[in-house]
């Protein structure tokens, strides 16, 4: 069974720009949960999707939003760029809302100069 | 609100000694417990987790940990390490006031050397 799919790997943006990275789960799983990695604050939740509808929200700024499709698969969107948002996003998916085995993927690397 | 303390952020090894990576957790209600390893460039890989049951939980790649309720601790253990254990891990907690939602440590950096 394929894992989580993250694409793309790398990313280079300016800032003030918009930034939209996707995020293919596990075939069969429902939940998709994005987080941010940075070396300063480490991982954290940025929120979860299931059945195409946010069910939880971490503590980040309205210019982070997602979304996801009837197959799953989810997008995040980061508008109006800082260099602050520079890091490493993950993505993990799991059966179920909620869901205590989330399995993670590669992530995507988003350097913003 | 919760927190998760990993108290090590450094644990240098020799192969084949054991080894200890702290984890504590400050939490209202009750918790789930995980931890993650992560190796360089790579997402998080899922070593073993408490739900409930026995304090006891064997994970993948010869890992364990203790759930220590009345310590509220979970330290994950390894009788014997190997070159290829040098990564980044994570202790986890989710909980329901947090829609289960994983708040993670900062991490700890295991370096096992010959």
């Known amino acids: 069974k394929a894992g989580v799919t993250q694409t793309p790997r790398y990313l280079i943006k300016t800032r003030g720009q918009q930034v939209t990275l996707s995020c293919s789960p596990i075939s069969g799983h429902r939940s998709v949960s994005w987080y941010q990695q940075t070396p300063g604050q480490g991982l954290q939740f940025l929120f979860e999707y299931f059945s195409e509808t946010q069910r939880n929200k971490g503590n980040f700024p309205g210019r982070f939003s997602g979304r996801q499709f009837s197959n799953s698969r989810s997008e995040m969107n980061v508008s109006t760029l800082e260099l602050g948002d520079s890091a490493l996003y993950l993505c993990a998916s799991s059966l179920s809302a909620g869901g205590h085995e989330q399995y993670f993927g590669p992530g995507t690397r988003l350097t913003v100069t | 609100a919760q927190s998760v303390t990993q108290l090590d952020s450094q644990v240098p090894v020799f192969e084949e000694a054991p080894v200890e990576l702290r984890c504590n957790y400050s939490?209202?209600?009750?918790?789930?417990l995980f931890w993650y390893v992560q190796y360089p460039n790579q997402g998080l890989q899922l070593l073993l987790k408490?739900?409930?049951?026995?304090?006891l939980v064997k994970g993948i790649n010869g890992f364990e940990a203790e759930f220590n309720k009345s310590q509220t601790s979970f330290h994950l253990r390894k009788p014997s390490v190997h070159i290829s254990d040098t990564a980044e891990y994570f202790c986890?907690?989710?909980?329901?006031?947090?829609?289960?939602?994983?708040?993670f440590g900062k991490g700890t950096s295991l370096l096992v050397t010959p």
């Open positions: 408490y739900l409930s049951g026995s304090t």
């Open positions: 939490s209202s209600v009750s918790v789930y």
């Open positions: 986890a907690v989710s909980e329901t006031n947090s829609g289960y939602a994983l708040n």
